[in-house]
């Protein structure tokens, strides 16, 4: 039945589409900022400032990721996230007053913008870990973050009316900063930090989530509270949460954590080259006017919403019944949700204006199909280490986010002429070589077991062993009667 994880899940797909808003107005905007559209103001960017404006925005959002892992983890993910959004809203009206004032200025605001989105999948990806069981832990995930997804469909789509209104492109700011405040509003009363803290549960959920989470919550709930079906000596000692210290030294020697950081870049570089560059392409290449560019550049991420909805649920189909391990599902998805692209582009690297339904559907298919990576190296911070997923995700995500800063650049670097097809064709080309080989090490090194260090050293040997049995044999699915209650 629904349940308060379920309730939780929708705040924060909620959450990431709102959160998307702030990060994607900028790559819809820039088209008519540029141009006379609705009698808007526009400026006379060339193709360099264009590029550092897409690109300053992960400036701040590189800077912000580890920190913002280690507060989530300090002062719960709840207030770091819901601050972090009500934060980026404010920023998103001061954008018109700053394109006015020049380039510079909306660089300056995009870093400060970068600085608080870069808060979001740490703070997320703790909550997760303490509110999604590992037996529907594809599902869940998966659809909290095609938020995403649709949120970047949503504002692209809508994009071209409210730029074609009397609001013109100031309009995207204002709005995306009044659903910022909302969903803020609404998340500091509604969510919680984990089940133990949560307005309404049931103990019977509660305790099902406990039970197979993984992730420590001793900070919070008694020992007794905690079935993890071992002796009480031992759950009298379970060291608190946020007390854990952060084994830095056991991940960076990790090889399985370089596989997930090698698939997290080249998922980051691929999408982020796409969101940032697609409307210029289809303007300039395909020769589509506003409406139609901003409805068209939506469908691959309205494509990658619904797909990661289907894909999900196969991959926890797969996993539940024995079928494959976590471990090759995670490679499995993942090698789908990036070799596939890397198909799409080279095919895309061909396309002219005079073959503009091939592109679309080429450009469609090739940010669609990323969808396999939700069930991929999205999840395999939880799967390796559910107590500091937080921390983990900041610190490959802020790796990642240097391929956000370089992609824009590359691009810009390389397109002299925008309308040439040629030149387009080595941004594709290069965007499917690092999927190429971002992948390849994923494959190579990536596992979907908890390692040792999740716990304190004390426990470690017991709960790993335990872990490991449970998280990559060939089957997870529940075997008590409590587990079948959800």
Known sequence: GFGARHWQAILLFVGMMINYFQRVNISAAIVPMTQSTAGAPFYNWDTSDKSMILSSFFWGYVVSQVPAGLLAKRFGAKLVLGVATAIGGILCFFHPL????????????RVFTGLVQGTVYPCVHTLLAKWVPRTERGFLTTGI???????????????????????GWPGLFYLSGGLSLAWALLFFWQAANEPATARKISKSEQEYIESLTGSNSASQVSPQDIHWSLPERVQNSLPSFQTMPVPWMS?????AFY????????????????L???????????????????????L?????????????????????RGTISITTARKLFNSIGQWGPMACLIGLGYMTADEKTWAI????????????????????HIDLSPNFAGPMMGVTNGIAGVTSIVAPLVVGAILNNEEDPSQWRIVFFITGGVYLVCNTLFVIFGKATVQSWNEAPSMSSTMTLRNNLENDSRTIAPTSDKDHRF
């Open 98 to 109: 700053a394109a006015h004032s020049g380039w510079e200025s909306v660089c300056v605001l």
């Open 145 to 167: 973050y095609s938020g995403a997804q649709f949120g970047t469909a949503v504002i692209l789509v809508t994009s071209g009316f409210i730029f074609e209104s009397s609001m």
């Open 251 to 255: 991940i960076f020697t990790s090889p």
């Open 259 to 274: 596989g997930l950081l090698a698939a997290h870049c080249g998922f980051t570089w691929g999408f982020y080259t796409l």
């Open 276 to 298: 940032t560059e697609m409307p210029t392409y289809m303007s300039k290449v395909l020769q589509l006017n506003v409406k139609s560019n901003a409805f068209l550049s939506s």
């Open 300 to 320: 691959p991420y309205f494509a990658m919403g619904v797909l990661c909805l289907v894909v999900s649920p196969i991959s926890d189909l797969l996993i539940n």
């Open 361 to 380: 559907l080429l450009l469609t298919l090739a940010v669609g199909i990323n969808a396999g990576c939700s069930c991929g190296y999205l999840i395999n």
